[in-house]
C-alpha cells in the first residue's frame, strides 16, 4: 500500500525537531515537501529528509499534487484559515494545538472538512500514547472507586524569550491555549465528561495571560488546574477516587521531561506502577491519522473533541 505522501507548512523548530521526524519515522507516511523561503532551514529537515522537496510559499505545496496530507505548526492565529484552505486544496490535515482560538470557529472547519470529504484534526497526541490510552481503560473499570478530583499542573518558564509567539497577543499566545489544551482535554478524554461551571484566577504580562489558575465541577467530580508559563517546569495529572489515587508524573512531555509512567496506589498503600519507555506519541499520532485516512478506523481525536477543550477554555475566559 502506498505511504500517505506528507508536506509541512512553515519550517517551525517544533516541526523540525519533533513532528517532521515523526512523519519521517511513521510506519505508512512518507515526508515528501516542506514550504519555506529559506533554503538555511530548509537545511535542518534536509539533514534527516534529504529527498524532500521545497516550495517557497505555502499555496504552493498545497498546489502539490504529490502531496496528500499537510501538516500545519503555524503560529495559533492562523491555524483555521489554512486549515480550510488546505481542506480546500483537497489535502488531509493534522493541525497544531489549538486548532482553534474560539469553540465558534469550529462551525467553519466542520464545514469544510465535511465539504471535502478528508481528514481534518489537531495534533493532540497525548492520546495516542499508551499511557492515556491505560488511565481511560482502569477509570473505566473502576480502578480507583467514584471520582472525587481530578488535580493536574502543567507549567514552564518562557519569560526569558518576550519574542516566542506564545508571550504575544496577536499571535494568540498564553497558557490556556498554550497548555491548556492538555490539562483541560485529559480530564475529558479519560472521563468523557464536560465541564458544568468553571472559576478561574488569571495573571497577565502585557496583556497575555501567563498564569491560570482553574477550578470548577464536572457532573461527578471536582476539578483543579493550573497552567503557567512562568513557574519553573513540572506536569501532573491525579485521579482521585474514593478507593484509589491514579498518577500520570509525565503525562504531556513523554521522554523529554521525563519518562511516562502511570501508577494506582489502592488500599494498603498497594501501589501498582506502569512504565512507557521509549513510546514516541507523536509518531503514534501520525501513524493512526494515516491509517484513519487508509482504512477509515477511527481517530482518537476528532474535530467534536477538541471543540469540547476550546469551549472549556472560552468558559475560562468568560469567568476572569
Not at 144 to 151: A, Q, S, T
Not at 177 to 188: L, N, S
Request: aromatic share 10%; hydrophobic share 40%.
Amino acid at each position: 500500500m502506498e505511504p500517505i505522501r506528507w508536506g509541512v507548512l512553515g519550517a517551525a523548530k517544533f516541526a523540525r525537531d519533533q513532528m517532521a521526524r515523526a512523519i519521517h519515522a511513521a510506519e505508512g507516511a512518507e515526508f515528501a515537501a516542506l514550504a519555506t523561503s529559506s533554503p538555511e532551514k530548509a537545511a535542518g529537515f534536509r539533514a534527516f529528509a534529504p529527498g524532500i522537496r521545497v516550495h517557497e510559499s505555502y499555496d504552493a505545496l498545497l498546489a502539490d499534487p504529490e502531496i496528500d496530507a499537510v501538516y500545519i505548526p503555524l503560529p495559533n492565529h492562523l491555524h483555521v484559515e489554512w486549515t480550510i484552505r488546505a481542506l480546500e486544496a483537497g489535502k488531509h490535515v493534522l493541525c497544531e494545538k489549538p486548532i482553534a482560538m474560539a469553540e465558534g470557529q469550529f462551525d467553519d472547519l466542520v464545514a469544510a472538512r465535511d465539504a471535502s470529504g478528508k481528514l481534518a484534526a489537531e495534533a493532540y497526541m497525548i492520546v495516542h500514547h499508551p499511557q492515556w490510552q491505560r488511565a481511560k481503560a482502569l477509570y473505566e473499570e473502576g480502578a480507583i472507586g467514584k471520582l472525587v478530583l481530578v488535580d493536574t499542573v502543567f507549567s514552564y518558564d518562557n519569560r526569558a524569550d518576550p519574542g516566542n509567539i506564545r508571550n504575544k497577543v496577536e499571535t494568540g499566545g498564553g497558557s490556556l491555549h498554550d497548555i491548556g489544551v492538555y490539562t483541560f482535554g485529559a480530564a475529558r478524554f479519560v472521563t468523557g465528561e464536560e465541564p458544568e461551571a468553571l472559576s478561574a484566577r488569571l495573571r497577565r504580562e502585557n496583556g497575555v495571560e501567563v498564569f491560570a489558575h482553574v477550578t470548577g465541577d464536572f457532573p461527578s467530580f471536582r476539578y483543579s488546574s493550573v497552567t503557567s508559563m512562568r513557574m519553573f517546569p513540572r506536569q501532573y495529572v491525579t485521579f482521585h477516587g474514593e478507593k484509589g489515587v491514579m498518577r500520570l508524573s509525565c503525562p504531556f512531555n513523554a521522554n523529554v521531561f521525563d519518562q511516562a509512567e502511570l501508577s494506582v496506589e489502592t488500599a494498603g498503600f498497594t501501589v501498582r506502577t506502569e512504565r512507557f519507555p521509549g513510546v514516541n506519541h507523536y509518531v503514534l499520532q501520525v501513524e493512526n491519522f494515516c491509517r484513519a485516512v487508509r482504512e477509515g478506523a477511527a481517530y482518537p481525536c476528532p474535530l467534536e473533541f477538541s471543540r469540547g477543550t476550546q469551549r472549556m477554555i472560552d468558559m475560562v475566559l468568560a469567568a476572569e
